[in-house]
């Protein structure tokens, strides 16, 4: 056999990946899972139904232009058709971005610590990363990204709010910002858990992409709408920046299932976003009783919560799961535990004080 081996890009060098394996064998604790940020709620019957009569087409290839979805979301947010595109998550969206923007010799810019696939997709792309650190308050640290701009910025991710920390950033602020950003770099205001903001003095992206050709917003069915396992998100940008998200989907990216599910939560978005108000109200639950505690809990505006833990990471996020609850540790940084059922937010927050 030969020793040559294929050539691959040298900028998937140190990205981390996944090994296939058997799946894990059942029998273990039951665990709550509070560490993706998922919605705890199973499928409405009505979305299932229609998930159920879309089943039986799968044989035929979706819809590659999602012309139903983009339709109404074209008439829910008041957008042309021309201004959307839907993509594999939004993930697959953000990944489209970057691939329409930048390649090597370009510069992405994003706070840090913020959404762990933004170093990923960059770095695939060949673009560098350009990280601006939080500020101590765990927040976007506007005026350094600004600072950060140069001739090689192309694209600039500011997440409201910000995974893993929850925290917002506010209009005035975001203008000045915007004010700063030069019109041919792209802004991307990843709303991926905008339903969950109560804050009112955070603004609608797709206000904002309203008054500016280069503000480009991403939205996601997988949280509020509790589509995660179904992979569609969308974007909303000028012309333009939509027609590059077209040009660089992966064709039939998203499912007819996908397709019909997003459809059919948009019309039962009452009793979604009645789900949310819920989940708000036990976020400030949590909240409040980990503050009572005496842990430092960073405003959330998001369905989860950031404790800084340093090096007591990784032996709090075992603390979580011996009790049943899975939990997100980033080692040497924090703990990021989603919002969910009541009966899981209870193990937790007993959790916590065990470790206190
Ligand atoms: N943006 C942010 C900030 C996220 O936290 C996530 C999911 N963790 C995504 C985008 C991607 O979500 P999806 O691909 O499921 O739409």
Not at 21 to 36: C, E, F, I, W
Not at 193 to 198: A, L, T, V
Not at 226 to 247: C, Q, S, Y
């Amino acid at each position: 056999m030969s020793e040559t081996r294929p050539k691959l890009r040298a900028e998937l060098e140190g990205i981390p990946t996944y090994v296939p394996g058997r799946p894990a064998a059942a029998g273990g604790p039951v665990a709550y899972k509070l560490s993706s940020n998922e919605n705890p709620y199973p499928p409405l019957p009505g979305v299932m139904e229609t998930v159920m009569a879309a089943a039986s087409s799968f044989n035929r290839y979706p819809d590659l232009a999602c012309t139903a979805l983009i339709g109404e979301l074209s008439e829910r947010f008041g957008v042309p058709l021309s201004h959307l595109a839907t993509g594999t998550g939004s993930v697959g969206v953000a990944q489209q971005l970057i691939q329409a923007t930048a390649g090597p010799g370009d510069e992405v810019i994003y706070a840090w610590r913020s959404f762990e696939a933004y170093p990923i997709i960059t770095q695939i792309s060949g673009a560098a990363s350009v990280r601006v650190p939080l500020t101590p308050g765990e927040v976007h640290d506007l005026d350094a990204m600004a600072d950060a701009i140069t001739d090689r910025t192309r694209l600039i991710f500011v997440c409201n709010p910000n995974n893993p920390t929850g925290t917002v950033v506010r209009r005035a602020e975001l203008e000045r910002f915007l004010d700063r950003v030069p019109g041919d770099v792209l802004v991307v205001l990843d709303e991926a858990y905008r339903e969950f903001i109560r804050d009112p003095e955070v603004p609608d992206g797709v206000e904002l992409y309203r008054e500016r050709p280069n503000v480009c917003v991403l939205r996601t069915f997988s949280k509020a709408y509790g589509l995660a396992g179904l992979r569609v998100g969308f974007a909303i940008a000028h012309e333009p920046v939509a027609a590059a998200l077209r040009k660089t989907a992966v064709p039939f990216g998203v499912s007819h299932l996908a397709q019909e599910a997003a459809i059919a939560s948009l019309r039962a978005e009452d009793a979604l976003l009645g789900r949310v108000g819920s989940l708000v109200c036990e976020r400030k639950r949590v909240v409040d009783a980990l503050r009572a505690q005496g842990w430092t809990v960073p405003e959330t505006q998001a369905n989860f919560v950031w404790l800084r833990l340093g090096e007591r990471t990784v032996e709090f996020a075992r603390a979580c799961e011996q009790a049943g609850v899975v939990i997100r540790p980033f080692a040497g940084e924090g703990v990021r535990v989603t919002v969910g059922e009541t009966e899981a937010n209870d193990i937790f927050l007993k959790a916590a004080e065990g470790f206190r």
